[in-house]
């Protein structure tokens, strides 16, 4: 599908179009209503072209990827939900970049080489760096697992 037929759906709120072969994300700038935008099992290797969605995405589904950044992210203001489990992410400092993102709660990293090297629980690191965060992983941090993140354990 080209970005043409896709711009025609103007008042799509979900668009899967996982398991595509799409190994590059384009500007779709007429969905200004789309809300989750599914990218899974594709090919893609750098996040961008969210600028035009960024103010009404909430979600957006890219696990099983080639993503080593996080950059691109910074036009989604409504964002609470990244899935980007099974990509390339190697530095934790690239979680870091999730922070403007004000709304965010919901982080799933599974699969990423990041894990391989943490040295101690990876949920702990990650609620260190976003403190706000209410989903890691699939586990629902209570107020142990917070209390462990800030070191009153």
Known sequence: MDAPV???LVKCKKLSLS???IDKMINLPNLRNLEILSLGRNMIKKISG???VGNSLKELWISYNYIEKLDGLQPCSKLTTLYISNNKIK???????LNDLNQIANLNFIGNPIYEQAKEEP???VLKKIMTLKNIDGRIIDESILERARGNV
């Open 50 to 52: 969210l600028e035009e």
């Open 91 to 97: 530095n934790w400092d690239e979680i870091d970049k």
């Open 19 to 21: 398991s595509n072969a």
């Open 6 to 8: 896709l711009n025609s």
């Open 123 to 125: 949920l702990i690191i």
